[in-house]
């Protein structure tokens, strides 16, 4: 009987020892995924709020957040880049945008780069001699998310006149040749 009283503190404190404080994150009344470290949230809270006022090149308000403390054997999970991602976009005047870049210059943002791409293929089409077969541009186009100041999207139509500009189209017949 002895060793059995013995024997409890040790099974209490290895379970002590294996217990998480973690913490569930509601951002503006959502709940987020998976549990996050106390540390974790703050941390995250203030990566986004330094690069919020980075790009707003000014003071950032930072979103509404809430946590519900939990302790339990379960280790946190949660995805540290979604929840910053989250809060990110949460700020008021931050945009998650597709970022257009010409030969790794930045021409602009729009919200649909894949709707852009579509365009600007139009365009070459359109602008196609009889005698060429294929045109293609003649500089490297990327496409990348990137976060932005709200309403600093440039059109589509700019764009494609400014992707042109910097990488002209280039035309070429059923030889080879450019037309």
Known sequence: MRKAYLLLPAILALAAANLNLSCRVELAGEPLEGLYAPGVVTACEQTALTAAE??????ATPPAIRRRYVLGFRKPDGDERLLTDRLLRSITGIRLRDGVFVNGSKLGTVPDGTRLMMLLRSAISAGMPAS???G????????????TRANTDSSDEEL???????????YVDGQGKVV
């Open 136 to 147: 293609s541009l003649s500089g490297r186009v990327q496409i990348r998310k990137l976060y």
């Open 160 to 170: 494609i006149l400014r992707i042109t500009e910097l990488a002209p189209v280039v």
């Open 54 to 59: 980075e790009i707003l090149s000014g003071p």
């Open 132 to 134: 060429a077969v294929s």
